[in-house]
Every structure is written in C-alpha cells, then in structure tokens.
C-alpha cells in the first residue's frame, strides 16, 4: 500500500495509493459519491462509484458523517476542474474511526459557538491556512536572524519584574511566600544577552493581563525579540524593515495557495518593500490634525489614531521618537531634545496598528535608577538589570514583534483570535 499525503499527490497521477485522513464533507448524485477528502496536508475530491466499490461499500459511504475518519484506496486521476486539479477514483473504503453528529457543520456559526469548539474550528480548511501561514511567518523570522548570525537565547517565563508596566502583570504564586509574573516581555534578559552574545533574539510566549476586548489584543501571545549590542535606534529601525519585508515576501512566495484560500488581496501585500516611511510622533500627531481628529500632543496613539496614520501610506511606516512620558522607564530620551524617547513603533497599512514597539535602551546607569524610582518599580528586582550599566554599558536597541498581529495583518483578519491555535482573551481560557 501506498500511502500519499494530499499536498503530493501530483507524483502519483496513474498510480493507485491510500489517503489516510477525515471525510471533510459529501455529496451524492444516486450512482456516484463525491466525498471531499483532507488528510492535514490538504483537501481532495474523491469520487466512488457503486460500479467500482460494490454495494455494500457505496450503501455504507452513504452514512458517513462529517470528520469520518477514513482511510480511501483509489486511482489518482488529473481533472483540470478539480479544486486541486487531481481527483481519486476510489477503489477501497475503511472506517477508522466514526464520526457523529460533529457540531461544526457548513452551514454559518457565530464565533462564540465556534471559539467554544477551537479545538475542532481548526479543522477546517480557512484555519488551517491560516495556522500555516503562521508557521510561515515564524519559519520567516526564524531564518532572517539565524541567518545574520543572531545567537538564539532564552528568556524566562516567571519574572520577578515587570517590563512593560505592572497594571497588565499576571502574578503566579511562586512556592509558598513568593509572587512571580507572566513574563511581558523578555527584553530585560535580552540586553543582558546582548552584553554577552552582541546579536540575540528571543522568541516565546509573553502574556498581559490585557482587559481590553480589542481586535488587537490577546493575554497569551508570541513575541520575536532581537536585541544588538552598539545598535541605534536607526539600526533598530533598519532591522525591523528588513525582517517585515522579508517575512512579507516569504509569505507571498511560498503561501500563495493559503493566502488565495483566504481571498486576501495580495496586491496590498505586495507593496511591502523597503524603504518604510519614517515619521517622527511630531509628525503623525500633524497628520491626525490635517484630518480633523482631536489629540493633544503628549498622548499614546489609540487604535483609532493609529488607523488613520497608517492610511496615509501603502506599506508599514515607522513612527519614531514618542513623549518619553508615554513609554517604558528603559526608553532613552533623545539627547537633543529630552522630552521624546527613542522609541519607535511600526504601523501595518490597512489599519492592523501597531506590529512592532522597540527603540534604543536607557544606558547611562544614573538615569536608570531615576526612571526606575520614577516608575515606582522595585530596585531590588533590577539590580541585575542595573549591573548592565555598571559593567561595561553600551549603546543598545531592539524590538519586539507580536507574531499574531503580524498573522492577522499579512492573513486579512477581522481579529487576533484566529491567528493562533488557542487564543488566551479577557472571557476565553477555554478550550
Ligand atoms: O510594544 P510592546 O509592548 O514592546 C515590548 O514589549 C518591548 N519590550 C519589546 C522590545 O523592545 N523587545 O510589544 C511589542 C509588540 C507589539 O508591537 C505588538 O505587536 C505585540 O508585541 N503585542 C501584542 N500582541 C497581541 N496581544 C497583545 N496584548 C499585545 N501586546 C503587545
Ligand atoms: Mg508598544
């Protein structure tokens, strides 16, 4: 027995094989059943006629219910109509497993009905797109570093600290008299690696105790962090282009099948090329006037805001140096101008937001240690974070890239739940 995965099955035209998989649907037209086939790798028609398999075979292939798991013997035939352009003609039916009554039928679910049942949602043939497309990203990233020679490096999980602000912190209890945190963020760790290793990145889970109910936001999310010894904001900016145009294209190149399946316009994708526009918060504080909008300078952008300044360009644009009042304590302040931080966000187009916050670190110890007081943060649990400037500080930037605002924006998405094989929200830690 041969057995072919869907994705192959253009090396067996002529040649009689097994697909080992689930009945996704059918339908019958009396002498003929048409059962539609996926078996992971993709999705195939297969087409058995009573003639063929015989009766009792064809009488039972009748009662299959929906996520059958089977295993279907046959003939692979090219059909230029068909979906994938090949059919098989069947020879052989087994039952592997049956299936009964499965909820999710094709007819329309509302997203609560279907987030409550994720655990087979992912079954079908839009989310398994998108979860490749997703493994495409990371695969993206992955190679843009390993490829310019960045050293991979950990970072934990439990914290003693926060990074990002201590209002969105998960506190676990740590043994009997110890509170530790969800990490945020493994940016900390990260400049201490960069110290040893010059080019580090980090890529793992990080959570926020997000109660927003956004599009945007999960509490549970994955996050590429590199981090460069003697970098620059400029640097930092220069990288971050590189990786989005480089995943972007990746993406178009390899994902094209998934992407089509999902019937995102590619032409916007398209327009994904260097350079990025480049604008300082002065800048696009301008542009929300010039369109009528209400902000005070001085604020964080909103969603809102963050739409209308990205609709001003095609492609991602890089926003640089916020108020440093509005971002983290290890934020350096512009030395010509102290009252902004060198900061930077990058805008996806098409109103996704914000895909990437970075910039370059605060490196002079003295300074530090009046950002952490001035942030009321714990000393004690930065000391480690301090030693980084009390032994050999160096100018240093990175960034941090969220993975499903990046699979929502290049997939199309109405929000974040779907780019991830169980999302973490406010009211979901089920299934
Ligand atoms: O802008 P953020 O908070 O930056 C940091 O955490 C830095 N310490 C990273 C660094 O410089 N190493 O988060 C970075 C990115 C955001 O741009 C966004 O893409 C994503 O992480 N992100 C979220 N994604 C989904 N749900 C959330 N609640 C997110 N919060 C941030
Ligand atoms: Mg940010």
Known sequence: MTVAHIQDISQYEGQNVTIRGWLHNRRSSGKIHFLMLRDGSGFMQAV???????????????????????????????????????????????????????????????????????????????????????????????????????????????????CEGTTTLFPVQYFEDTTAYLTQSGQLYNEANAMALGRVYSFGPTFRAEKSKTRRHLTEFWM???????????????????LVVSVVERVLDRRARELKTLERDTSKLEKV???????????????????????????DFGGPDETAISDHFDRPVAVHRYPSAVKAFYMKPDPNRPEVALGVDVLAPEGYGEIIGGGQRLDDYDLLLQR????????????????LRRFGSVPHSGFGMGIERVVSWVCGLEHVRETIPYPRMLYRLYP
Do not use: C, N
């Not at 007819?107 to 997703?134: C, M, N, S, T």
């Not at 526009?277 to 005070?296: C, N, Q, T, W």
């Open 48 to 162: 058995m006629s009573k003639a063929a398999v015989g009766d009792e075979i064809f009488t039972r292939a009748d009662h299959l219910g929906q996520e059958t798991a089977v295993s279907v013997e046959g003939t692979v035939r090219a059909d230029t109509r068909a979906p994938g352009g090949y059919e098989l003609d069947v020879s052989g039916l087994e039952v592997v497993g049956p299936s009964a009554d499965y909820p999710i039928t094709p007819k329309e679910h509302g997203v609560d009905f279907l987030l409550d049942r994720r655990h087979l949602w992912i079954r079908a043939e839009r989310q398994q797109a998108i979860l490749r497309v997703r493994h495409e990203i990371i695969r993206g990233v992955r190679d843009y570093f390993d490829s310019r020679d960045f050293v991979l490096a950990d970072t934990p999980i439990f914290t003693p600290s926060a």
């Open 224 to 242: 590429v962090e590199p981090e460069v010894a003697y970098a620059t904001l400029d640097d930092a900016i220069d990288l971050a282009e590189g």
């Open 273 to 299: 090329k260097a350079p990025f526009p480049r604008i300082s918060y002065d800048d696009a504080v301008k542009i929300l006037h010039d369109k009528g909008m209400p902000f005070e300078w001085g604020g």
């Open 372 to 387: 952490i007081r001035e942030h009321k943060l714990p000393q004690e649990a930065f000391e480690w974070y301090l030693d």
